[in-house]
């Protein structure tokens, strides 16, 4: 109940902002979409695939992190599908690019899933479209922001040195 309360009063202050913290009508809209979006997007009409029910581990690469997901935490933050690779990716702090927010209308979080594939969930008409426009595409290339696993398998994620976000701007 204490994050529902949280987000409903930082609404509020991107609402009507103070005079402390002011805010332009353009951040506050962006931050509300942001928060409100969640990994889906209007345009596309889908369900979202059901998270993990089973603990498992991704590894990244070429970092050579590996994380243990626990179902019981996701979904981690507001980016990407609940229990998505980047859901889980952000939450450990592999810094994955996503500039749409995770709402599959971009292919900046292009990843290559090199062990695991097959428990992942399946890739939709949306997802296939945005990634025709990422470079260096495999057969193996997924959204990491629609990318759920079911825990069945560990996963082995590549993420291309591109995608990578190095530096963090300051908003």
């Not at 309360?5 to 506050?28: E, W």
């Not at 979080?109 to 595409?137: K, N, Q, W, Y």
């Amino acid at each position: 109940m204490k994050d529902v309360s949280y987000l409903a009063n930082f609404l509020v202050i991107l609402q009507i902002g103070n005079s402390r913290f002011p805010i332009s009508d353009l951040t506050a809209s962006r931050a509300r979409y942001h928060i409100l979006m969640g990994g889906t997007n209007p345009y596309v009409n889908q369900e979202p695939p059901a998270p993990a029910t089973q603990k498992f581990t991704i590894t990244f690469l070429p970092m050579n992190v590996t994380v243990e997901v626990d179902p019981e935490k996701i979904p981690y933050g507001h980016t990407g599908l609940p229990g998505s690779i980047l859901d889980i990716a952000l939450a450990n702090g592999i810094d994955i690019e996503h500039a749409c927010g995770g709402v599959c209308a971009c292919s900046t979080c292009h990843s290559i899933v090199r062990e695991g594939l097959e428990s992942i969930s399946e890739m939709t008409d949306s997802e296939e479209e945005e990634l025709s426009f990422a470079p260096g595409l495999t057969p193996n290339s997924r959204l990491s922001c629609q990318s759920v696993p079911d825990g069945s398998r560990n996963l082995v994620v590549y993420v291309p040195n591109w995608n990578r976000n190095a530096v963090r701007e300051g908003h």
